[in-house]
């Protein structure tokens, strides 16, 4: 049985027992101390649980705000996303978004630096609140997290000096194509080109790495890495060859929190109409947020 139909079987027997000064009572509420035990016994849990105080259960956004922290996932390797600025302190795109979700639920913000293969383990753990890590969507993902609406554009490509003829998967055949282990761009390419050789890190700038020393031919990334490199102006220029997916990014969260993700999407949705995500699109990308996203 139940521990909890047992506590309160007993309190309703309790409630129906008389004084013992009167026996007569007693002999009289017996059939009714027996019907309330067999009504608690034949109860289904939910509604026990119902009669309890336990039943008020706390979701995502109360405990948050009852810790009064937020734990926010985000890259450190990945700009202009995440990265670690001159001051050694962590700045970028999903930085600020973490720190304007933040601010939107009045609480302080604990930035958690993860890299694409642990970001979602994260969240499924409890380490985190939230994942704002350039995370795409996929239907396989979309079976163990929610997501929000789309606070970042991005897509995904192949990219490589001009002097390598790549125009789609078919062209990789017999070439090497440096890859994030996790990332979005690694699991599609996986798919889309069996016959190439991808060379899988364990993190972005090791991906960035080898792509310019000549360890790889082909880096498969995002657009917006690709322009970070570029802007440097290294020997070895990743110039865009074809897309992989289009894909916008947003905020990961655990399933069954309504509440947690109508304040994140009503936060956001805040953000684009006052210009906030606006001017940190230029801030960081170098260009405004796309009209349709």
Same mark, same amino acid.
């Given at each position: 049985?139940?521990?909890?139909?047992?506590?309160?079987?007993?309190? $309703?027997?309790?409630?129906?027992?008389?004084?013992?000064?009167?026996?007569?009572?007693?002999?009289? $509420?017996?059939?009714?101390?027996?019907?309330?035990?067999?009504?608690?016994?034949?109860?289904?849990?939910?509604?026990?649980?119902?009669?309890?105080?336990?039943?008020?259960?706390?979701?995502?956004? @109360?405990?948050?705000?009852?810790?009064?922290?937020?734990?926010?996932?985000?890259?450190?390797?990945?700009? =202009?996303?995440?990265?670690?600025?001159?001051?050694?302190? =962590?700045?970028?795109?999903?930085?600020?978004?973490?720190?304007?979700?933040? +601010?939107?639920? *009045? %609480? +302080?913000?604990?930035?958690?630096? %993860?890299?694409?293969?642990?970001?979602?383990?994260?969240?499924?753990?409890?380490?985190?609140?939230? %994942?704002?890590?350039?995370?795409? +969507?996929?239907? @396989?993902?979309?079976?163990?997290?929610?997501?929000?609406?789309?606070?970042?554009?991005?897509?995904?490509?192949?990219?490589?000096?001009? @002097?390598?003829?790549?125009?789609?998967?078919?062209?990789?055949?017999?070439?090497?194509?440096?890859?994030?282990?996790?990332?979005?761009?690694?699991?599609?390419?996986?798919?889309?080109? =069996?016959?190439?050789?991808?060379?899988?890190?364990?993190?972005? *700038?090791?991906?960035?790495?080898?792509?310019?020393?000549?360890?790889?031919?082909?880096?498969?990334?995002?657009?917006?890495?690709?322009?970070?490199?570029?802007?440097?102006?290294?020997?070895?220029?990743?110039?865009?060859?074809?897309?992989?997916?289009?894909?916008?990014?947003?905020?990961?969260?655990?399933? *069954?929190? =309504?509440?947690?993700?109508?304040?994140?999407?009503?936060?956001?949705?805040?953000?684009?109409?006052?210009?906030?995500?606006?001017?940190?699109?230029? +801030?960081?990308?170098?260009?405004?947020?796309?009209? @349709?996203?």
């Amino acid at each position: 049985m139940n521990h909890l139909a047992v506590r309160l079987a007993s309190a $309703f027997a309790s409630a129906f027992t008389p004084s013992l000064a009167a026996p007569h009572a007693a002999r009289a $509420f017996r059939p009714l101390r027996r019907a309330a035990l067999a009504a608690v016994l034949a109860a289904p849990l939910t509604t026990l649980l119902a009669l309890t105080p336990q039943a008020a259960h706390a979701d995502a956004l @109360d405990n948050i705000a009852k810790a009064g922290v937020l734990k926010v996932a985000v890259p450190e390797d990945y700009p =202009p996303f995440g990265s670690v600025g001159p001051d050694m302190q =962590p700045q970028g795109y999903d930085v600020d978004t973490a720190a304007l979700l933040a +601010k939107a639920m *009045n %609480v +302080k913000l604990e930035l958690v630096p %993860v890299n694409s293969a642990n970001r979602i383990p994260y969240l499924q753990t409890g380490k985190v609140d939230l %994942v704002i890590s350039s995370l795409g +969507k996929t239907p @396989d993902r979309e079976k163990v997290i929610d997501f929000s609406t789309a606070y970042a554009p991005y897509y995904q490509g192949v990219f490589g000096p001009a @002097d390598i003829k790549v125009t789609g998967p078919a062209d990789l055949t017999g070439k090497t194509v440096g890859a994030t282990r996790g990332a979005l761009e690694e699991i599609a390419l996986s798919q889309m080109a =069996p016959n190439a050789t991808i060379k899988r890190f364990e993190d972005n *700038n090791a991906t960035i790495a080898a792509f310019l020393s000549g360890q790889v031919q082909l880096i498969a990334a995002g657009n917006i890495v690709a322009a970070s490199i570029l802007a440097k102006n290294p020997p070895r220029r990743p110039e865009p060859k074809f897309v992989i997916k289009n894909s916008p990014c947003f905020v990961g969260l655990n399933k *069954n929190e =309504p509440r947690l993700l109508a304040k994140v999407n009503g936060a956001l949705q805040q953000a684009k109409q006052d210009g906030q995500l606006n001017a940190m699109s230029k +801030k960081w990308f170098g260009a405004p947020l796309p009209a @349709d996203l």
